[in-house]
């Protein structure tokens, strides 16, 4: 007569993930993933949607934004921005927070974030 206890559950992959290979003291060590690469969004002055950005959080808060307003101008998104200079704009948190991010600032060190907004500076040139 056939058992009618559930199948056991395969884990398929498991011994394989995050093991080292090869033999050795290390055999059994876990070894932890690192990101290569993190989408983020980054939302533009005046614009509707949100640019989507693959960047190393290695990266600095400038490349990133740098990234953003190149990928904006490819894309031929309206509304046209008044410059493609990053010199001229300013990366925030968010359109309500008035403090500017600091573009030397590691993406891995701004606490996890993944949405961004960029604005143009006060007193420099204007999105049209």
Same mark, same amino acid.
């Given at each position: 007569?056939?058992? +009618?206890?559930?199948?056991?559950?395969?884990? %398929? *992959?498991? @011994?394989? &993930?995050?093991?080292?290979? /090869?033999?050795?003291?290390? $055999?059994?060590?876990?070894?932890?993933?690192?990101?290569?690469?993190?989408?983020?969004?980054?939302?533009?002055?005046?614009?509707?949607?949100?640019?989507?950005?693959?960047?190393?959080?290695?990266?600095?808060?400038?490349? +990133?934004?740098?990234?953003?307003?190149?990928? %904006? *101008?490819? @894309?031929? &998104?309206?509304?046209?921005? /008044?410059?493609?200079?990053? $010199?001229?704009?300013?990366?925030?948190?968010?359109?309500?927070?008035?403090?500017?991010?600091?573009?030397?600032?590691?993406?891995?060190?701004?606490g996890g974030s993944r949405n961004f907004?960029?604005?143009?500076?006060?007193?420099?040139?204007?999105?049209?």
């Open positions: 007569m056939a058992s +009618l206890s559930p199948p056991k559950r395969q884990n %398929y *992959g498991s @011994e394989r &993930r995050g093991r080292k290979s /090869g033999g050795g003291s290390g $055999a059994g060590e876990v070894k932890r993933r690192q990101l290569t690469k993190v989408l983020f969004n980054v939302s533009m002055q005046n614009s509707l949607w949100p640019v989507q950005v693959m960047i190393s959080p290695e990266n600095t808060a400038g490349e +990133l934004m740098k990234a953003a307003i190149d990928i %904006y *101008g490819k @894309e031929k &998104r309206l509304p046209v921005l /008044g410059s493609t200079d990053p $010199a001229f704009y300013e990366l925030h948190y968010s359109q309500f927070n008035f403090e500017s991010l600091n573009p030397e600032e590691k993406l891995e060190k701004l907004y960029v604005c143009a500076k006060s007193g420099s040139a204007r999105q049209t």
